[in-house]
């Protein structure tokens, strides 16, 4: 089971990056799934999360208006396209899943998701 991230770099405020998980070993499409954020010395937070069906989203509050989630069962993928961004925005950037029978809302906690990826560096210049 592995969740690989990518689509990381660096880039001026403002500016767009879009980033991809790629899992392999299972089927994404018993699991919702996320992204997280950790930036040094802060707690690691949910980004966004995303239902197995894609009928359900969540954004912490910080991204609304700029980030769009989004997946492709078929290729077992998740997205995050990333408009706007802001220094704020600079973390490493995980990719997670969670069974989805598992949970009967959308889990938005680290704690709750059973597969991670690698991380994928995002930082943002002003």
Known sequence: ????????????????????CVA???????????WFRQAPGKEREAVSCISKNS???YYVDSVKGRFTISRDNAKNTLYL???????????VYYCAATLSSKHT??????????????GTQVTVSS
């Open 55 to 57: 009928d359900d989203t």
């Open 81 to 91: 396209q990333m408009h706007n961004l802001k220094p704020d925005d600079t973390a």
């Open 24 to 34: 392999s070993g299972f089927n994404v499409e018993y699991y919702g799934l996320g």
């Open 1 to 20: 089971v592995q969740l690989q991230a990518f689509g990381g770099g660096l880039v001026q405020s403002g500016g767009s990056l879009r980033l991809s």
């Open 105 to 118: 809302v959308m889990v938005i906690i680290p704690t709750g998701y059973d597969y991670w990826g690698q």
